[in-house]
């Protein structure tokens, strides 16, 4: 079975540009939390405690962003995975992170 290399772009653009709507839904929906500015985002952070939600928040729409900005301009394919496998792993860890602390609910749960 030999499968051409355009087959395997082609899947892997689709693939990509997926992930990288995905993203910048996300990054955008962070965005628009972050102006209008709900409540408890002054509170600390369960699993990095120096920083605040609202920190926390900035930096994951800043990074969803940019890695979604690269994975629609950036055209070499071990750069995309590279971005794709940097960006699972930060979510792996601060959801480790949160089953570790023991604040399983929703990572942006914003109570008054």
């Keep these: 079975m030999n499968e051409s290399k355009s087959d395997n772009t082609s899947y892997s653009g689709y ?3 997926s992930v ?3 993203l910048l839904i996300s990054g955008a929906i962070k ?3 972050i102006a209008y500015g709900f409540r408890g ?3 600390g952070n369960s699993v990095i405690p120096f920083f605040s939600n609202f920190e926390v928040i900035c930096v ?3 990074i969803e962003l940019a890695v979604g900005c690269s994975l629609l301009f950036v055209h070499d394919l071990h750069l995309r995975k590279l ?3 940097w960006i699972v792993s930060l979510f792996l ?3 480790l992170g949160l089953a570790i602390v023991g604040d399983l609910r929703d990572a942006v749960a914003f109570e008054g």
């Design 20 to 22: 990288a709507l995905l």
């Design 60 to 62: 994951a729409a800043i």
């Design 93 to 95: 860890a601060y959801r």
């Design 31 to 33: 965005a628009a939390g």
């Design 83 to 85: 971005l794709v496998y």
């Design 41 to 43: 985002m002054k509170a």
């Design 15 to 17: 693939f990509f540009a």
